[in-house]
């Protein structure tokens, strides 16, 4: 019977941009609803401050994303450029550069010359790429790839506390809202933790409480500013 072993790292380029994106879309949308009813607002204000708060923040995260990510692309191109030409120039330098770096991992330097002759002869780059710059194709960048992720789970969590917000009554607005979205921001947590290999408990808690921080500050601050006016 055959075993393979199904392992969580490839999963990190998009699970890190979609929990990234569904976390501040929680978060941000809800404190943002949460400071605004604070301060006394009308319901319409609360939506559209809501709603353009969703918009607003969909385009940051994509082209937040897109942007760093484009620039960790470019490094990693830049790389491959400056290994390719090496290879090209100093081809017995770089084979023994390759077997110097399995030696430092145990291997016997006879053995760990003809494991880089063989892995040269097959993907000279490829194996320079893996394992002495640290690209590999489960991690390198893709920034449309994450751009689109993140803003698409940011929309999905800034949905949820407007879709409360559009619902709930103005006396219960601020308590549901809060209530609703911190068990979100739990879910979210465990659910992320539990596709990353990590303990539930652990993801959930570390979410909730800086979003529970995140509410808490902006609804003092929407009090402060409701008092004043």
Known sequence: MSHQEIHKSHRVG????????????IVSTASL???????????????????AGLVAGAMSMAAGEYVSVSSQSDTE?????????????????EKNELAKIYEARGVDSELAQQVAGQLMAHDAL????RDEIGISDTGN??????AFSSAGTFTIGAALPLMLALLVPENYLIPVVVLSSL?????????????GGAPISVG???VTFW???????????GILFGVAA
Do not use: C
Request: charged share 15%; hydrophobic share 60%.
């Open 211 to 221: 979003g529970a921080l995140a509410m808490a500050l902006t609804a003092g601050v």
């Open 77 to 93: 191109n830049a790389d491959l450029a400056l290994e390719k030409n090496s290879l090209e120039q100093n081809y017995e330098f």
């Open 14 to 25: 998009w699970l890190r941009a979609a929990v990234l994106g569904a976390n501040d879309g």
């Open 126 to 129: 490829g194996a320079h790429a």
């Open 141 to 146: 960048a893709k920034p449309v790839q994450a």
């Open 33 to 51: 609803i949460i400071g605004v009813a604070a301060a006394s607002t009308s319901h319409e204000g609360i939506m559209l401050a809501g709603i």
């Open 204 to 206: 959930a808690m570390r």
């Open 183 to 195: 068990i979100f921001l739990a879910l979210l947590g465990g659910i992320a933790a539990r596709a």
